[in-house]
């Protein structure tokens, strides 16, 4: 399992993320926008296909809060 | 009765032949196994129920009811911490509309540390109590035959609770008769059992990866998250996965496009960090039965 091997391969299929490996699950953090991309579910399969040809039995979405998009949107 | 059509029934009919007579068909098998359950249970001098309130144990509690009436028969709640709240409301609310009757009694495998280091086979520890308990139950009130509501399906599931059934000469007829999970939410909503379509129900500590500590306050934040995420109206298989400060949600795959839209992303985060976790991730695969048995303890 290589999380940065992940997000590589992410960034390949057009998904900017950042991957973190805890054992078999893979928690992946996007920037704003991006995590709406995810309701698509041929993307999520997609992710969740190349999450497993990474070693990673799961991988799951960080979520934001409202409070949190925009504090990051004004660079706090 | 309504007209019973399991779903294992319409898997095997030909594609072009949903006719009348192939659900006839599929409603005598249910039946002929509810027959068989009704005359399983009437030889029986009394039985008591290790009763959840879930699919299975309410259908064979009404079940049994019918077939030997409340004199012979004790429907047993085992309350825990790792039993939710809600559940423990709905059986208790089921049990009064159809009459069923009902005993409350503590189970106390938190004080066992062997459950409390959550072991692979937690579940062992857990119904060695509940069973202890329930043959005490038994044996005190002159209760003959103690049964569970394990169906077919279950057989194909790691359950090493099965084993402390065994050891306590625990029969479990839904199984032993060969009712697979569909038929018994057939045979639920022909009764009206409001159960019939009610999503799987299994402890909270089945929440915690292997080898991640089963404490109260662990159980208590996965209940009050999967509470608040049920009060913004997530309905079907849901799950919050206890992963340290992460919480991982897993909700039905077909509707995740649903929620993972952002006003819902932020009130999922906002419910999730209220019940005490940090973190909040969404599962991209969705709902998956014992999805933690895939996952080292890592983080945990």
């Known amino acids: 399992m290589s999380a940065p091997s992940l997000s590589q391969a992410l960034a390949a299929h057009g998904v900017e993320a950042r991957v973190e490996a805890r054992g078999a699950l893979a928690v992946i953090t996007v920037p704003n926008g991006v995590a709406e991309r995810l309701r698509d579910a041929a993307l999520r399969r997609a992710v969740v296909d190349l999450a497993a040809k990474h070693g990673f039995t799961t991988v799951a979405l960080e979520m934001a809060s409202a409070t949190d998009e925009r504090a990051a949107l004004s660079g706090h | ?300």
Not at chain 2, 51 to 63: I, K, T
Not at chain 2, 110 to 116: C, F, H, S, T
Not at chain 2, 121 to 139: I, M
């Open chain 2, 1 to 300: 009765m309504e007209p019973v059509l399991t779903e294992a029934a319409r898997a095997e009919a030909p594609a072009t032949d949903d006719s009348p007579r192939a659900a006839d068909s599929a409603t005598s098998t249910a039946r002929e196994k509810e027959r068989r359950l009704i005359a399983w249970l009437a030889v029986r001098s009394s039985v008591i129920l290790g009763f959840s309130g879930g699919v299975d144990s309410a259908y064979l509690a009404c079940v049994a009811l019918e077939a030997i009436g409340p004199s012979r028969f004790l429907a047993v709640i085992g309350r825990s911490p790792s039993y939710p709240d809600a559940q423990w409301d709905a059986a208790r609310a089921l049990a009064a509309k159809f009459d069923i009757p009902v005993l409350e009694v503590r189970t106390h495998e938190m004080l066992d540390p062997r459950y409390v280091a959550n072991p692979s086979n937690r579940c062992y520890f857990c119904k060695t109590e509940l069973w202890s308990v329930l043959r005490a139950v038994a044996d005190e009130r002159g209760f003959d035959t103690i049964i569970d509501g394990t169906n077919a399906d279950d057989a194909t599931d790691w359950r090493p609770g099965r084993q402390a059934a065994d050891e306590h000469a625990v029969s479990s007829p839904l199984a032993e008769l060969g009712f697979t999970k569909d038929e018994i939410r057939a045979l639920s909503k022909a009764r009206g059992l409001p159960t019939w379509s009610q999503p799987s129900s299994p402890c909270l500590s089945s929440r915690l990866p292997y080898g991640s500590a089963v404490t109260i306050e662990r159980l208590r934040q996965v209940e009050r998250a999967e509470s608040a995420l049920r009060a913004l109206g997530i309905d079907g298989d849901l799950r919050v996965r206890h992963h340290g400060d992460l919480a991982r949600v897993e909700i039905s795959a077909d509707r995740l496009d649903e929620w993972l839209a952002p006003p819902r992303v932020h009130a999922i985060t906002a419910a999730v960090r209220e019940a005490g976790f940090a973190r909040v991730a969404m599962d991209l695969r969705g709902f998956r039965s014992g999805s933690l048995n895939v996952i080292a303890p890592a983080g945990a």
